[in-house]
């Protein structure tokens, strides 16, 4: 998990976006790991030259595009040291000769360096500031005072460093070289990284990379030379290469051959096949003798908004630039929320509120449903930590449901089975966290958020309407669309990653197949289809951009839709059902409304729910506070104040 972290300026901070750090207990091989850092560091960082031929060609038009350009530059040289090694000054005459786990960087002195370095600087002066003068005068130099004083060529830097022994015995091989060394050497230390401020987001940004590379010379550059090992002298300073951890050690076993590589999979892909009939969508009222009925919902957000200003603040060193309003046009996300608390506290905190808003005793529960995708509760679940959380000694069924952005549908389905079996009460909570699973990967960032809702559905009274007409759902599909949003994706250091081709291919698959299950299906009353009878579109709220794109393909328009996107961002399994309750807190729905409301995302999952919503069912929202956050286990039936004691509303 990678948290975010609230610095001393009440502003978040992604640690992950500017440590370079990798978690090579998912890296197998070096094939893997050259990927990894030619797609991190290499592909979007300029060499030496391109920046001179930039500087040449006058393509900088202000400062801030070559500070970028110098901070990737030398992201790039930092590649292998950021990811896999501490750097220690040693004293020569103290360097151990013959241990495998300490090496020597060899060195290719820099060509042109010094004319690369001139230019640089000489642009830099001519340049206008392009927001902050004295901001961008300080970030220029920290980077100036490491790139200025590089004394080695980086484009064939290798990942596996000779050992001592190894260099000793090369021919000619250069190494770096401190003549003395100040072991009180000023760095930055990790909160005041983590506090840097500026008032335009980008440049805080490459605030916080400028203080991470300095911290990568924790020596006096200038002094430094490259020598070999017959003109170093005793009580002169190398640099010596440790292993930042167990994993890395590891990993250099196995791509040095000491250690054999892990087997590979066993599975091969099959040749598609359709179902040998079509799956139709089930009529609740027709199919099952216990109609649902919904007596609660309540929802719990995130207690941090995490704004787009907050992450162009956060860039990472591997992402292309771009700005706050360029993300809200390509999502039509303008915000998302975060939480500082753990997943269960959020089911639990939205559990408690439906419960107490629907009237039901606890007693009178038979099951627990959690939708998740984003738990990381495996024993005991999500779903029986909760119903253990809220003192229920036994449930017909407690589990938990993988089905990500299709959550509430799938978990509607499941419940309204649970209602024939134990005809009580069924609590489904919706609920996500994302916030600590993103990691650098600025797809996912710009999209995902934290938030849960909770939905008492229980039986109707003998000869009451049910609330559902219809509920469907789907899985699977090619193979691409199928892996097209992965957690944990070991290729992305095990961060949840969004293939944006594949996942838009998978909605309009969906989309098409849906509408036109709807068209085909007659009315509540038996008249025109269900799509005519329905009110409002509440949809999965993935990408307001694309779907808007994609209904309007389907034969929709957007004034059918309802969206809350803006302010939510994709909270998966639980953004349709905070979307229904936004419905209602917006106005949009005033009376009870038939709503569609459409899910579909990560592995290849899809399905609707064609419901009434009723605005009375919609409970007191939740305000967190984690500040005074003490989640007590409740003694009695959870009431409100037992929400508001536990956090501090």
Not at 14 to 29: H, K, Q, R, T, Y
Not at 122 to 139: C, H, M, V
Not at 436 to 452: L, W, Y
Not at 519 to 527: K, S, V
Request: hydrophobic share 40%.
């Amino acid at each position: 998990m990678k948290p975010f972290v609230v610095n001393n300026h009440d502003r978040l901070v992604f640690p992950a976006n500017f440590l370079g750090e990798l978690d090579f207990s998912v890296i197998d091989e070096m094939e893997q790991f050259t990927a990894i850092v030619g797609r991190d560091f290499e592909a979007k960082a300029p060499t030496g030259t391109d920046i001179l031929e930039r500087v040449t060609s006058g393509a900088y038009e202000s400062r801030f595009a070559l500070l970028r350009d110098m901070s990737q530059n030398l992201f790039w040289v930092n590649r292998y040291t950021l990811t896999m090694f501490e750097k220690r000054p040693t004293r020569w005459r103290d360097l151990p000769r013959h241990r495998n786990d300490v090496f020597l960087p060899l060195l290719t002195p820099w060509r042109d360096g010094d004319k690369k370095v001139r230019a640089v600087a000489d642009a830099f002066a001519a340049l206008p500031s392009t927001w902050d003068e004295e901001t961008e005068r300080r970030i220029f130099d920290l980077l100036f005072d490491v790139y200025g004083n590089r004394r080695h060529h980086a484009t064939e830097l290798p990942a596996v460093k000779p050992t001592v022994e190894q260099f000793l015995t090369t021919p000619g091989a250069q190494t770096f070289v401190v003549p003395r060394h100040d072991p009180d050497y000023p760095v930055f230390s990790f909160n005041e990284i983590l506090d840097a401020h500026a008032e335009r987001p980008e440049l805080e940004a490459l605030t916080r990379w400028a203080m991470v590379l300095h911290n990568q010379y924790p020596w006096d550059r200038a002094a430094t030379e490259l020598r070999t090992a017959d003109e170093i002298g005793d009580d002169e300073y190398v640099i010596a290469f440790h292993p930042r951890n167990r994993d890395v050690e590891q990993f250099l076993d196995r791509a040095t051959g000491t250690r054999p590589a892990r087997r590979g999979r066993l599975s091969t892909q099959s040749d598609p096949v359709e179902p040998a009939t079509p799956l139709p969508p089930i009529r609740v009222r027709e199919v099952f003798a216990v109609q649902p009925k919904v007596e609660a919902l309540a929802v719990v957000r995130g207690e941090h908004v995490c704004s787009n200003d907050d992450v162009v603040r956060n860039s990472a060193f591997s992402w292309s630039p771009m700005s706050a309003d360029e993300i809200s046009a390509k999502t039509g996300i303008d915000q998302r929320r975060y939480t500082e608390l753990d997943i269960e506290d959020l089911a639990w905190a939205a559990a408690v509120r439906a419960l107490e808003h629907s009237g039901r005793d606890r007693s009178e529960i038979g099951a627990v449903l959690v939708a998740t995708c984003t738990s990381e509760r495996l024993i005991p679940s999500l779903s029986t930590w909760l119903s253990g959380r809220l003192g229920l000694l036994q449930t017909h069924c407690s589990a938990d449901i993988v089905a990500a952005c299709a959550g509430l549908p799938y978990g509607l389905s499941e419940a309204v089975r649970q209602l024939q079996e134990v005809n009580r009460p069924v609590l489904l909570v919706c609920v996500e966290k994302f916030s600590d699973k993103i990691g650098n990967v600025r797809t996912s960032r710009m999209i995902f958020g934290d938030g849960a809702a909770a939905m008492v559905v229980a039986p109707a009274a003998e000869g009451e309407r049910g609330d559902i007409d219809l509920l469907q759902t789907y899985a699977s599909g090619p193979d691409t669309q199928v892996n097209s949003i992965i957690w944990p994706n070991p290729e992305f250091d095990n961060d949840i990653t969004v293939y944006g081709p594949e996942v838009k291919a998978l909605v309009a698959r969906y989309l098409t197949q849906m509408i036109g299950e709807l068209t085909e299906q007659p009315g509540p009353e038996g008249e025109g289809s269900m799509l005519d009878a329905v009110d409002l579109i509440v949809p999965h709220q993935a990408n307001k951009t694309m779907i808007l794109q994609l209904a309007g393909e389907a034969g929709l328009s957007a004034d059918q839709l309802y969206f809350n996107i803006e302010s939510m961002g994709n909270v998966s399994a639980a953004s349709i059902p905070i979307a229904l309750f936004d419905s209602v807190a917006d106005g949009v729905v005033s009376g009870r409304t038939r709503v569609f409301a459409p899910g579909f995302g990560a592995g290849a999952v899809g399905g609707y729910a064609v419901l009434e919503v009723d605005p009375a069912v919609m409970a007191p929202e939740v305000h967190l506070d984690p500040t005074t956050a003490t989640v007590a286990e409740p003694v009695a039936a959870p009431t409100s104040d037992d929400v508001r004691i536990a956090f501090g509303e």
